[in-house]
């Protein structure tokens, strides 16, 4: 191989391996659906009780941290807008300014960022050092799929929980900039709520929703792939973990860009 | 008739002409053996031999290539999802390092395959999947978390689990890789017990010729892809085979140089 041609071949495998990547998601998005609705007829049931233990790990344990940010998120909005509106004497917009960028993008979009950075990393770290210890192909050996077992119920509890995470945040966001916004609006935060209420309408929300819905997804494939995909012990680990982190991030900020762009057209 | 049938019965194993590959490079050269009820059989050979790339054939891990695998008169590369899992569900794998999910304690390891595949009541489950921990001295042990045992624990644990269904066949992944002689010693009467109480087909993969030696009653020496030959203990002992008795006496293999390769490593041009 001589200069030239190198680099052609590093675009050409590179090109390759991400449409192989996408592939693979793809096929393991099919396999988790189809063990979810179809398993238990060969012998593969998905297990109840697994798909719970995920939904506490990925929603109910994640609460505090996701109180916390969509609070500071909220505030930040508060302010941000009451100095910007204030500049055109527009104030008494700063309600329905935050409410509708709160359900449609930042709740949402937050949520995502924070899930995948505890939830997407820990599935990469949890499947990919299984498969360095060869326990991945234990249970293949046993009679147990691993997607089945491993991949579909964090699948679901992340399709379950990311959405309720999403609303809960939207609430938490909206909350902490009635507490900041109210007083110099000259309102009680009480009616400020009862104003944002009057404002959105289901739409709003819904949207936040369905972008949750994709974001659990992509969050859930990322990390389940990288973790699959792992080669080269624990440096590979560390990697897989990282690597899943950025791509799911990557991911979720241009699907929530083309979603905005199309749901507000 | 009927004697001169159930006199010869099937085989358990039977690999037909397989061939391996990673990439460009081929690993199994048409491997051909089969594996009779009742056995020991220990696949033997070096590092790169490619017993490990043979192992995960037999296992369904990887789908052959070329060739074909047949476990139990299945054969595995055109078998349904069904039939593997029925497979599944008749052989058990003990893996080089255990391979216990580290989530899970020692008891809900080993009784993991009953969970997953039987109907059993939870005391029933419980009860079983100690008498196989006592079965391998681990009588106790169902409540500490796999990071707890030692390596030589881990390796009964994993054996517990891998027999815990009375499975047909099993497997035995380097028994002796990185135990002290003793307690690999106690492992190798260990097989030898399983066999004769429950009367198992084994297949071991090692590389370690005194407990090769000690278990098998055939051996399969595998070198560069090729099986040099399958026969008793005696038999390999005495073979004149100048690879065999390299093995055997530990005498470090001559390299041969071939100098067009060498040289297009060297010079890093694809090598044809």
């Known amino acids: ?265 | 008739m009927i004697e001169s049938m159930t006199s010869i019965p099937a085989p358990l194993i039977e690999v037909h002409k397989l061939e391996a590959w990673y990439g460009r490079r081929r690993i199994l050269h048409g491997v051909d053996f089969q594996v009779n009820p009742g056995e020991i059989r220990v696949i033997m050979g070096g590092s790169g031999s490619g017993k490990s790339t043979l192992l995960r054939h037999l296992l369904g891990l990887h789908k052959p290539r070329s060739g074909t695998v047949r476990l139990l008169g299945v054969d595995i590369g055109k078998a349904t999802e069904r039939e593997m899992l029925d497979i599944c569900k008749q052989i058990g794998v003990s893996f080089q390092g255990g391979a216990l999910l580290t989530s899970l304690s020692v008891g809900d390891n080993v009784a993991l395959p009953l969970r997953e595949h039987t109907k059993l009541d939870e005391n029933t489950i419980r009860i079983m999947s100690r008498l196989k921990l006592e079965v391998v001295n681990l009588g106790g042990f169902q409540d500490l978390m796999p990071s707890q045992l030692s390596g030589g624990m881990i390796k009964r644990a994993a054996l517990a689990r891998a027999i815990v269904m009375d499975p047909k066949l099993l497997f035995f992944d380097e028994p002796s890789a990185g135990l002290d002689p003793v307690v690999s010693a106690e492992l190798d009467e260990l097989i030898l017990r399983l066999r004769d109480a429950l009367r198992m087909t084994i297949v071991v993969v090692t590389h370690e010729l005194e407990s090769a030696f000690k278990i098998a009653d055939t051996i399969t020496v595998l070198d560069q892809g090729n099986i040099l030959m399958t026969g008793t203990v005696d038999a390999v002992r005495k073979s004149d085979n100048e690879r065999i008795q390299d093995l055997l006496n530990r005498r470090p293999r001559e390299i041969q140089v071939d100098a067009d390769a060498y040289l297009k490593r060297l010079t890093e041009e694809e090598a044809v």
């Open chain 1, 1 to 265: 191989m001589n200069a030239v041609t190198r680099p052609l071949a590093g675009i050409g495998r590179a090109t390759v391996d991400s449409v192989a990547g996408i592939g693979y998601a793809g096929m393991l998005l099919l396999e988790s659906l189809y063990f979810a609705a179809m398993g238990w007829r060969v012998g593969q049931p998905l297990r109840i009780r697994s798909v719970f233990e995920q939904m506490r790990q990925i929603g109910v344990d994640a609460l505090p941290i996701v109180t916390l940010l969509a609070m500071t998120i909220g505030i930040m909005l508060g302010i941000q807008f009451i100095a910007a509106l204030s500049e055109f004497g527009a104030q008494s917009q700063v309600v329905v300014a935050v409410a509708k960028s709160v359900t449609r993008e930042f709740g949402a979009l937050i949520t995502a960022i924070l899930v995948a950075g505890r939830s997407g990393s820990a599935l990469a770290a949890r499947i990919g050092s299984m498969s360095v210890s060869q326990e991945v192909d234990a249970l293949a050996t046993m009679g147990i799929e691993p997607v089945r077992y491993l991949a579909a119920p964090a699948l679901l509890a992340m399709l379950l929980m990311l959405p309720i995470l999403t609303v809960f945040a939207d609430v938490v966001a909206i909350v902490g900039a009635a507490l900041y916004s109210s007083p110099s609006l000259n309102v009680t935060p009480t009616a400020y709520l009862m104003q944002t209420l009057a404002l959105l309408s289901p739409g709003d929300i819904w949207q936040g929703i369905a972008k949750a819905g994709v974001f659990a997804v992509l969050i859930t494939l990322i990390g389940v792939s990288t973790g699959f995909s792992v080669t080269g012990g624990a440096e590979g680990v560390g990697r897989a973990t990282t690597r899943s982190v950025v791509l799911s991030i990557c991911y979720i900020i241009v699907a929530d860009m083309i979603f905005s762009f199309f749901l507000n057209r």
